[in-house]
């Protein structure tokens, strides 16, 4: 996870580095000794975190990335953060590691405040809600949004996603009368691209356009950056672009007021870097270095997790209000 975040071009996101439903069983409830009521597994569609629970879990996240990112030791917060955002915050963390390894001496505690919860209501497991908060980071008038997950009742709630949306571009959420969002299934065909298949479709747009996605900084200026960099004069750049899909990194998505849905989904980037005979690759980035495996003679390849927000229309394109991306591995041939 980057430490400082805005919506930034894919190039500018590289260098600041860091829904499914699971089938119901019997229903059993437990009553933890905080009082709050723990469901396990049920069929009943309820509230997938009470308002008190969640407060608590944004508490508990801050504690421990403020930890990890002031030690540079993912392991502070290895509980508290999971799917694309532990890899992405995962590879910032050990390159920071790598080459600060008595911790971060650019450390800044982390403040995320005017919390604004959105819960939704549904059967079984995952469980998952967003929060809607303003940071101490970046631009002041940006939006964090955190998509936290809790795969069973074992489990503490982690933050699976982490996007930052301009002022205006938090949609507005269709919730009930006791304010109670609904999540979008991730095979939900009355929207333009099933969620489940988001990450695919961008993949494939990544590689043969369409006009699946509307255009923007995230969809046709970065194919248009690609390839214009695929080949220049002693060096020649291959991509390959991958779905994330499963585990806490599925997709999740929450029904919008204009009956389409914004949601949440994963991807991973390879760069391939190769260098025609006779000429060096220069690696100068230190993150890169302190994640370089191998020995860089003849290629270069970098490897990213990124994480999108996207607002998913009942009709027309899927538009990008947000990708943040991380380095997450890098390997010389």
């Not at 009521?37 to 975190?49: L, S």
Request: hydrophobic fraction near 40%; include cysteine.
């Amino acid at each position: 996870m980057t430490r400082d975040r805005g919506d930034h071009s894919p190039r500018t996101l590289r260098s600041l580095n860091r829904f499914a439903l699971a089938t119901a069983t019997a229903a059993t409830v437990a009553v933890a000794a905080s009082g709050c009521v723990v469901v396990h597994g049920e069929r009943e569609v309820v509230p997938t975190a009470t308002r008190a629970e969640a407060a608590r879990a944004l508490a508990d996240f801050m504690t421990a990335y403020n930890k990890a990112d002031k030690a540079y030791n993912r392991s502070l917060d290895a509980e508290r953060v999971t799917g694309p955002l532990a890899a992405i915050d995962g590879g910032k963390l050990d390159a920071g590691h790598k080459n600060h390894p008595s911790g971060n001496p650019a450390h800044v505690p982390l403040k995320l405040t005017d919390a604004k919860f959105t819960i939704p209501e549904k059967a079984g497991w995952p469980r998952w809600f967003v929060v809607d908060t303003r940071s101490n980071k970046g631009n002041t008038d940006a939006h964090w949004l955190l998509v936290f997950t809790r795969s069973d009742a074992s489990k503490v709630w982690a933050v699976s996603y982490l996007t930052i949306l301009a002022a205006g571009d938090v949609p507005a959420f269709k919730k009930d009368e006791d304010g109670w969002a609904q999540p979008v299934t991730a095979g939900d065909a009355a929207l333009a691209v099933r969620p489940r298949e988001l990450g695919s479709a961008y993949t494939a747009y990544l590689k043969s356009g369409g006009d699946t996605f509307a255009p923007g900084a995230h969809t046709s200026r970065w194919r248009a950056t690609r390839l214009k960099n695929a080949t220049k004069p002693g060096l020649a750049r291959q991509y390959l672009d991958e779905p994330l899909t499963n585990g806490d990194y599925a997709p999740v998505g929450l029904r919008t007021t204009d009956g389409g849905a914004l949601v949440f989904f994963a991807t991973r980037h390879f760069e391939k870097q190769t260098a025609a005979p006779g000429v060096n690759i220069t690696v100068a980035d230190p993150s890169i270095k302190a994640l370089l495996t191998g020995e860089v003679k003849q290629s270069l390849t970098l490897e990213f997790v990124s994480n999108q927000a996207v607002l998913d229309p009942t009709l027309g394109k899927v538009t990008f209000l947000s990708r943040v991306e991380g380095l997450t591995g890098a390997k010389g041939e």
